[in-house]
């Protein structure tokens, strides 16, 4: 049974294989359907300006996308790509809701409204515990903060807990990595930057100093850079030097869905559900709101 076009309309004919008939060469009509699905630009790719080729999408203007690796390699698609980010360059977030081919009976309909899909359940880890498939996250390891291997890497791990840095940028949080406290490195194995960039910091072999009470040997962490704010809405590091803390800054748009995209890939890498996510000042006395902030920004987009 076919998905509702987005109009409300039933998917039919031409529609069922996202092709639009009105374009189709009618000097084709002897071509089965498959051969036709391989050689008529789809429904997703017209109402986008997007074009699948033999190992990528490409855009008739230049315009970038974020892609996901899938499978299985699809006629139109030997690469197995799947097209899952936004129209970045128009300001248009879009996505799937289908699809209808043979191998998919339902119809491909783009919807404007659609978010980008939020995780990527496909993650290759390699042999020193770094994600290597994933464009979305750059790697950035400070091996100053790999305190120790987790006896069982896939079995010793319980959650991901959620923190923020106390710092202003990306930059200044690797540096804060980079440099002990009375002869310990603190940090996590992930930071999100304000733009959205999530940096890979530490192995997922490896602990690290994240948060205290036994949690570094059951748990990965994840920083999103921001500071805590006063009653004024002002950065503060909170007394002695700074006024008190009453609240901490929102994330940006781009940190929330970065962080939903890491947090859904994490569960889906170990098994976990959304309800195994933990926020720092639960598991230790810390400030209120630290990670708390960013779980209540990301809850409506955590996925099991």
Request: no cysteine; net charge negative; hydrophobic share 30%.
């Given at each position: 049974m076919g998905l509702p076009r987005v109009d409300g309309s039933s998917c039919q004919d031409?529609?069922?294989?996202?092709?639009?008939?009105?374009?189709t060469d009618t000097s084709q009509a002897n071509l089965?359907?498959?051969?036709?699905?391989?050689?008529?630009?789809?429904?997703?790719?017209?109402?986008?300006?997007?074009?699948s080729t033999a190992d990528q999408f490409r855009s008739n203007d230049g315009a970038g996308g974020n892609f996901t690796s899938g499978n299985p390699d699809y006629p139109w698609d030997p690469a197995g790509i799947i097209y899952t980010g936004m129209l970045a360059a128009k300001g248009e977030s879009g996505g799937y809701a289908g699809p209808d081919y043979p191998w998919n009976p339902g119809g491909i309909i783009y919807t404007a409204s659609a978010e980008p899909v939020q995780i990527n359940r496909n993650w290759q880890v390699d042999d020193d515990g770094m994600i290597a498939n994933d464009p979305r996250i750059e790697l950035?390891?400070?091996?100053?903060?790999?305190?120790?291997?987790?006896?069982?890497?896939?079995?010793?791990?319980?959650?991901?807990?959620?923190?923020r840095t106390v710092t202003t940028s990306a930059e200044s949080t690797f540096n804060s990595f980079e440099t002990p406290r009375n002869g310990t490195h603190y940090g996590t194995h992930f930071?999100?930057?304000?733009?959205?960039?999530?940096?890979?910091?530490?192995?997922?072999?490896?602990?690290t100093n994240h948060v205290?009470?036994?949690?570094?040997?059951?748990s990965i962490g994840i920083e999103v850079v921001g500071?805590?704010?006063?009653?004024?809405?002002?950065?503060?590091?909170?007394?002695?030097?700074?006024t008190p803390v009453t609240g901490w800054q929102?994330?940006?748009?781009?940190?929330i869905a970065a962080t939903a995209y890491l947090t859904n890939s994490l569960n889906s890498y170990y098994g976990f559900d959304s309800d195994t996510v933990a926020v720092h000042e639960d598991l230790q006395a810390k400030t209120e709101g630290e990670g708390r902030t960013v779980l209540d920004a990301i809850e409506d987009s955590l996925v099991d």
């Open positions: 031409s529609w069922r294989y996202g092709i639009d008939s009105s374009d089965s359907q498959l051969e036709r699905i391989t050689q008529e630009r789809t429904l997703f790719e017209r109402s986008t300006g997007y074009e950035y390891r400070v091996p100053e903060l790999e305190s120790g291997a987790f006896a069982n890497p896939m079995g010793d791990i319980d959650k991901v807990v959620l923190h930071v999100v930057g304000l733009d959205g960039t999530i940096y890979q910091t530490a192995s997922l072999n490896s602990k205290a009470n036994g949690h570094n040997s059951n500071m805590p704010v006063d009653a004024d809405g002002t950065q503060t590091v909170g007394p002695p030097n700074g929102a994330l940006t748009p781009a940190q």
